[in-house]
């Protein structure tokens, strides 16, 4: 699939419903309504009573969704769990960027519209996070050689952090590949868990795609008015100089 990047900048914004019950979500959306129209949709409320359900309100509504169900298993269980999530007309899925999963899920998606985005390191992981479980090289080289696989497979796209985005797009052969970018925030936001974070403007600059952003919205006194900063900031870096 050829890379299609959104023109307008409110369509580049993904808002993380990273909520704890699916009421609080959908009072969201109705907050964000005429802002926002792609959600992520994560571990906050896959396991909350009435998750499918809104899954099926967001998109009959004409809502794009991010099911962000970080699938980690082997291959044909990954597979059918692609298929699965294709069938209920939601836009990406996300995988964990291991070899054997990351295509065995493009083979599931395969005839759908759904578009793969593998994690290839999470953002609150750092070099030292990294070398406790075992992996004995930096950060940027385990992303350098999971962008690479990921290519290699057809993958649609991956997660990575502003930190991250501008070595990535320096790759060969990446020309068609979607860069989603969470850990965004504006200048001066808290951290929360992530370790390798980025403005807006930084993020888009350097080549992202889409931006997740969560809590900075929805913790937000005016969430919509967060949402409208976010995307001012996406409009500006992204407008021709």
């Not at 069938?87 to 065995?104: C, L, P």
């Not at 390798?196 to 992202?208: D, L, S």
Request: glycine share 10%; net charge negative; aromatic share 4%.
């Amino acid at each position: 699939m050829t890379r299609s990047t959104p023109a307008r900048p409110e369509d580049r914004l993904i808002v993380a419903l990273d909520l704890p019950t699916v009421e609080a979500a959908r009072e969201m959306v109705v907050r964000l309504d005429g802002t926002v129209s792609f959600y992520k949709l994560g571990l906050w409320l896959i396991f909350a009573p009435g998750f499918d359900r809104l899954v099926e309100e967001l998109v009959a509504k004409g809502n794009r969704v991010f099911l962000d169900a970080k699938m980690y298993d082997i291959g044909e269980t990954v597979k059918q769990g692609v298929a699965r999530a294709a069938e209920r007309g939601v836009t990406f899925v996300t995988v964990h960027g291991d070899h054997d999963i990351v295509r065995t899920a493009v083979e599931g998606k395969r005839g759908s519209d759904l578009q793969i985005l593998a994690i290839t390191i999470l953002t609150s992981m750092d070099d030292a996070g990294a070398a406790e479980l075992g992996y004995m090289r930096p950060v940027k080289d385990l992303i350098r050689d999971r962008v690479a696989m990921c290519t290699s497979f057809g993958c649609d796209g991956i997660i990575a952090s502003p930190h991250d985005v501008p070595d990535i797009r320096t790759m060969p052969d990446n020309e068609n590949l979607l860069v989603v970018t969470p850990g965004v925030r504006l200048a001066g936001g808290t951290l929360d868990d992530h370790k390798r974070v980025g403005t807006p403007g930084q993020a888009i600059t350097a080549g992202a795609d889409y931006l997740v952003v969560g809590r900075p919205i929805v913790q937000a006194a005016d969430p919509a008015a967060m949402a409208a900063r976010i995307i001012a900031d996406i409009g500006s870096a992204a407008s021709p100089r």
